[in-house]
């Protein structure tokens, strides 16, 4: 998507999506997977590009720690939009760095655990875009307000995931 980052061996070598061009025709294409890896490094030219090849399956973990006491219904029925959420009305999740600094003892405000959303990439994208966590290393994903019911619709499972304390 325009804006997102995009990953190369070499740090001074990173560069964001400036636009994106949609071609339909008919084609040969080829889906290439190594084993089960299907994020990889290409050459274009003389650069090292990351790509990933997405396929129909191809789900994502999105991580988030509920405030405390909502976390079993989260668990049993997903996000809950008649919560009070952050100011714009948007419900976060992130990278696991991100739900486990939420839900370490320090921060108090979280459960002591975070919830594991599985979620199918394209449907993702449908909803919110990725993009880097402002209080650290990692991303997070903001569900407006008027999309957490098709992000629940969209999720494929929900798991718990206790910390170590």
């Not at 997903?78 to 991100?98: I, K, M, W």
């Not at 992000?151 to 499972?157: A, E, H, I, L, P």
């Amino acid at each position: 998507m325009v804006g997102d980052a995009l990953e190369a061996p070499h740090p001074t070598r990173d560069g964001r999506v400036t636009s994106v061009v949609r071609y339909d025709a008919t084609a040969r294409v080829h889906n290439l997977t190594v084993g089960s890896v299907h994020t990889y490094y290409v050459v274009v030219g003389d650069v090292q590009v990351l790509v990933h090849n997405c396929g129909g399956d191809d789900l994502v973990d999105l991580y988030r720690a509920p405030q405390r006491g909502d976390g079993p219904d989260e668990l049993a029925n997903g996000l809950n939009p008649s919560r009070p959420v952050d100011g714009d009305g948007s419900a976060y999740l992130g990278t696991e760095d991100v739900a486990q600094e939420y839900a370490a003892h320090r921060v108090g405000t979280h459960e002591d655990g975070y919830i594991r959303f599985k979620v199918n990439r394209r449907d993702l994208a449908a909803i919110t875009p990725r993009r880097k966590y402002q209080g650290g290393p990692g991303s997070e994903w903001a569900i407006p307000h008027s999309k957490i019911a098709e992000f629940n619709s969209k999720t494929v499972s929900r798991e718990r995931i206790d910390m170590p304390w």
